[in-house]
């Protein structure tokens, strides 16, 4: 659906571009979560607003959502192994914030493109 796109790709390699921004999690963290913690409230908050955006989607639908944000989890999970649980910072909780919604950005489109 969406991990499969260039898209996605991008948006993956703009994480990697930003990857310095996460070298200091443990020192600097400032928020009570981690950074994967962060990136999975993100993520969950950012899809259930899709889902509530899409109230015609199918079950099967939503859950092809669901299994395509398990594997982009998975993806920031390998990405960010060194980091992922260290308290995040402000400056990493903004880009996270940044990052889950251009992930629902992308899931916004493929589901325009389906519903047309």
């Not at 571009?17 to 993100?42: I, K, N, P, R, Y």
């Not at 889902?51 to 999970?77: H, K, T």
């Amino acid at each position: 659906m969406v991990t499969d796109k260039d898209g996605y790709i991008h948006l993956i390699q703009y994480l990697t571009e930003h990857l310095g921004l996460f070298e200091s999690s443990e020192a600097g963290g400032v928020a009570g979560d981690t950074v994967m913690e962060l990136f999975e409230e993100q993520l969950a908050a950012q899809i259930i607003m899709v889902c509530g955006q899409n109230p015609s989607l199918s079950f099967a639908e939503r859950n092809m959502v669901i299994r395509e944000v398990d594997a982009i989890v998975y993806d920031l999970e390998e990405i960010l192994a060194k980091v992922a649980n260290h308290n995040a910072t402000q400056e990493q909780t903004l880009f996270i914030t940044e990052f889950s919604g251009l992930i629902k950005n992308l899931f916004d489109q493929e589901i325009a493109k389906m519903q047309a």
